[in-house]
């Protein structure tokens, strides 16, 4: 193993008992005779961490426009799996929401190619069980808000806009049971306001064990991908129901080498972009994204996971 000789390893086989990951490694096999020794080529051991708990839901509640859209991104690691995902806008009624979007509208891409779309949800039994099984509070079967349940491999982004503008939720639930495959990062991106408008993501985590994930409140790093009227100063504050966990205002280049294993980009050098990392255990949360000095501006808010 790494080019090491393994004690006592000299039968046909190697068992490993109880795999753990210091067995990970690279093997060979060498066979000796009486004409000269033969060495196999290099087998690597990979070892995987078991899944304990994973992210099942995110939402997102924003105000946009007329015709603004907000983009919303999932990544499904480790195979495809059905994901429920809503834009409510009408049904928000039920909750006193005053001034919603009458007529949501979304679609699904994958890059830059749609998928599907859907306009009004049209009270379809199957959705309707569905919203059931995820613990999605139901719609009125004659609303016009919208609604998808679509098989998710890698990387999707939903785009939500109404010809109206008002209070929207965008909602992406994980519509199957087990945590592999499972969601390991979800995004949106939006302008954000002060006061009701700033950019709220809520999360929820599922599972026997806590989770290690990074959470970013993007804005002057969009500037280097061409965005325009960026967030020039994000800050991110985490609660737990009312109660706040955290916050962060500028970010710590420490978490750099953090940003690399999880396949987020890096954000420029001295930027004041916000992020976090933190150990939540499973339950919901919230995610707030605001001007730390006020401002307004277009905004990023990602949340990945860093341990599996």
């Known amino acids: ?10 039968g046909s086989a190697l068992p490993i008992e109880s795999v753990k990951a210091g067995d990970a490694g690279e093997y060979q096999i060498s066979v000796t005779n009486a004409l000269g020794t033969t060495v196999s080529s290099l087998t690597t051991l990979e070892v995987l961490a078991s899944v304990a708990s994973a992210v099942t839901n995110v939402s997102v509640r924003t105000n946009l426009a007329a015709n603004q859209r907000l983009i919303v ?15 409510v806008g009408p049904g928000l009624g039920v909750f006193n929401v005053p001034g919603t979007m009458p ?21 379809s039994p199957a959705l309707a069980n569905t919203f059931a099984a995820v613990g999605a509070f139901g719609l009125p079967t004659e609303s016009r808000d919208a609604a998808l349940l679509s098989t998710v491999e890698g990387g999707r982004t939903a785009q939500i806009e109404g010809a109206v503008g ?3 939720l965008v909602e992406a639930y994980d519509a199957e ?6 969601l390991t990062n979800v995004s949106a991106r939006n302008q954000v306001g002060t006061g009701g408008d700033v950019l709220i993501a809520g999360f929820s985590i599922s599972g026997s ?21 960026v967030l020039a100063d994000p800050k991110l504050e985490v609660f737990s129901g009312p109660t706040k966990l955290t916050e962060n205002d ?9 940003f690399s294993q999880v396949g987020a980009f890096q954000l420029a050098d001295g930027s004041k972009d916000a992020a976090i990392v ?31």
């Open 209 to 229: 064990a806590p989770k290690t994930v990074l959470i970013r409140a993007i804005g002057p790093t969009l500037g280097v991908f061409g965005v325009q009227g």
């Open 166 to 168: 008002g209070t929207v």
């Open 250 to 258: 500028t970010w710590s280049p420490s978490l750099a080498a953090v």
């Open 177 to 182: 049971s087990g945590v592999t495959p499972r």
């Open 278 to 308: 933190l150990s939540l255990s499973p339950g919901g949360y919230t995610v707030q994204v605001s001007g730390a000095d006020g401002g307004t501006g277009e905004g990023l808010i990602e949340i990945y996971e860093v341990q599996p």
């Open 103 to 123: 007529d949501p509208r979304m679609a699904l891409f994958r890059d830059s190619t749609s998928l599907e779309s859907n306009d009004d949800w049209g009270g």
């Open 1 to 10: 193993k790494n080019s090491v000789a393994i004690a006592g390893a000299t």
């Open 73 to 87: 991104g999932i990544t499904m690691a480790g195979g495809p799996k059905r994901v429920l995902l809503r834009a």
